[in-house]
């Protein structure tokens, strides 16, 4: 079946610096990819939609110069979440859709667990 | 605006009952319901999802129930088993490739 991965599945890092988060397709093309950000004991908040070779669509509320987002191929997304902070610190989940199909439903990654010290 | 409202936050049940999961929806665009099983420190996997053409669907211990007119579906879990322990959500969109939108969750805690 689809499988997305996502790498590192963990990271810390100090206040002030940048992370990058890696979400890529296996075994499928995926047009579009969304970035969703979930904190402790809560539900799944969509960030923003990444579409390949344009620029992603943001959520109301989420910061776009804060969490860049890159779609430069069909099988890879990249979330980067620049002079972090505390606040930051999360679990940032990728999923996609084969080719963006009406009738595929969305595959998640297993997560990114981003720590901010 | 909460689009997707889950009920309960959590539930305890008995090695073989019953796993009840309630949602309700807002928005009469969205026409494909996914539930999502989550554990900790994975991402979501899909369970089971219905387009609400159907009022019912099952796969195997799973069924989803759906009233259009009430706006409300929900997730059966039959003969629950210790490892159904997990957090469950539904969630909804205006395709099945399309972003979701989710619910709260709800905490299930399968005693043996």
């Known amino acids: 079946g689809a499988v997305v991965s996502q790498h590192p599945s963990r990271v810390i890092c100090k206040s002030g610096t940048s992370v990058k988060i890696e979400c890529r397709s296996l075994?499928?093309?995926?047009?579009?990819m969304f970035w969703y950000r979930q904190f402790p004991k809560q539900s799944l908040m969509l960030m923003a939609t990444?579409?390949?070779?344009?620029?992603?669509?943001?959520e109301q509320g989420v910061e776009k110069d804060k969490f860049l987002i890159n779609h430069a191929s069909l099988t890879l997304s990249t979330l980067t979440v620049t002079s972090a902070h505390p606040e930051d610190s999360s679990f940032y989940i990728c999923?996609?859709?084969?080719?963006?199909?009406?009738?595929?439903?969305?595959?998640f990654g297993n997560g990114t667990r981003l720590t901010v010290t | 605006q909460q689009q997707v409202k889950q009920s309960p936050q959590s539930l305890i049940v008995q090695k073989g009952g019953i796993s009840i999961i309630n949602c309700a929806y807002e928005?009469?665009?969205?026409?494909?319901f996914p539930w999502y099983q989550q554990f900790p420190g994975k991402g979501p996997a899909l369970l089971i999802a219905?387009?609400?053409?159907?009022s019912e669907k099952k796969e195997g211990r799973f069924t989803i129930s759906f009233n259009k007119s009430a706006k409300q579906f929900s997730l059966h879990i039959m003969d629950s088993q210790p490892g159904d322990s997990a957090t469950y959500f539904c969630?909804?969109?205006?395709?099945?490739?399309?972003?979701?939108?989710f619910g709260g969750g709800t905490r299930v805690l399968v005693k043996p």
């Open positions: 075994d499928f093309q995926a047009t579009t």
């Open positions: 928005n009469t665009a969205f026409d494909y």
């Open positions: 999923s996609a859709a084969v080719g963006g199909s009406y009738n595929s439903p969305l595959h």
């Open positions: 219905i387009r609400p053409d159907v």
């Open positions: 969630a909804a969109s205006k395709a099945a490739g399309n972003k979701l939108t």
């Open positions: 990444s579409n390949e070779g344009s620029k992603a669509t943001y």
